[in-house]
């Protein structure tokens, strides 16, 4: 079902990157890894990813930020955005929901994630019928 669907995930942490990239690699998800806050909106133009997972701490940049360039940039900004965050839930949540996020998740464990991102894009797949980057797939 999840068969050769990109995800970018941005998050500076390499043993999230692991984790989540074990998990996702169980379901047939293929993740490109970005370390660098501000290589995020770049490698989401260059791969045209089915969703960004997005961190909101970075030592480089902030990552509501990120998810506002990601939404104002015209290459970017129909790619829907899973932001997940260990900071301030209630907080994160809020903000990144107003910024345009798809949705938000607590930075738990990979598996939560996983769970998250497959609700994520089998909801955007109903409701627009086709790929979040405009493209049949």
């Not at 104002?72 to 955005?81: E, H, K, Q, S």
């Not at 932001?83 to 107003?98: C, N």
């Not at 109903?126 to 790929?131: F, I, K, N, Q």
């Amino acid at each position: 079902m999840a068969e050769g669907r990109q995800i970018l995930l941005a998050d500076d942490d390499e043993q999230v990157q692991r984790a989540v990239t074990r998990v996702a690699a169980k379901s047939g998800y293929h993740v490109i890894h970005v370390t660098s806050g501000g290589d995020v909106v770049r490698r989401a133009a260059e791969t045209k990813p089915e969703l960004v997972v997005l961190d909101i701490a970075f030592p480089d940049a902030d990552g509501r930020d990120i998810l506002s360039a990601l939404k104002a940039d015209a290459r970017t900004a129909a790619i829907p955005v899973l932001v997940w965050s260990g900071r301030d839930p209630q907080s994160d949540r809020k903000i990144a929901l107003d910024l345009g996020a798809e949705d938000y998740v607590e930075k738990t464990d990979a598996q939560d994630l996983l769970r998250k991102i497959q609700r994520v894009l089998q909801r955007l797949h109903l409701d627009r019928g086709a790929s979040p980057t405009g493209t049949s797939r």
